[in-house]
């Protein structure tokens, strides 16, 4: 799906009463969810152990 279907598609799910921060709060929320799966998708992640390691 391409970027613009995947914001026209977040904002369609959304009321008419819907206010500009809701909107926006989703849409870098989507932002946000397809950087993640693009990072594990190029095997860009940690374990739970490395993590506890880094902490």
């Keep these: 799906?391409?970027?613009?279907?995947?914001?026209?598609?977040?904002?369609?799910?959304?009321d008419?009463?819907?206010?500009?921060?809701?909107?926006?709060?989703?849409l870098y929320a989507q932002l946000e969810i397809q950087k993640g799966i693009k990072d594990m998708e190029e095997g860009n992640t940690k374990t739970s152990s490395e993590v506890k390691e880094i902490m």
Excluded: G, R
């Design 1 to 14: 799906m391409s970027d613009k279907q995947l914001i026209l598609n977040t904002v369609q799910n959304f």
């Design 16 to 26: 008419d009463l819907a206010s500009y921060e809701e909107i926006l709060y989703a």
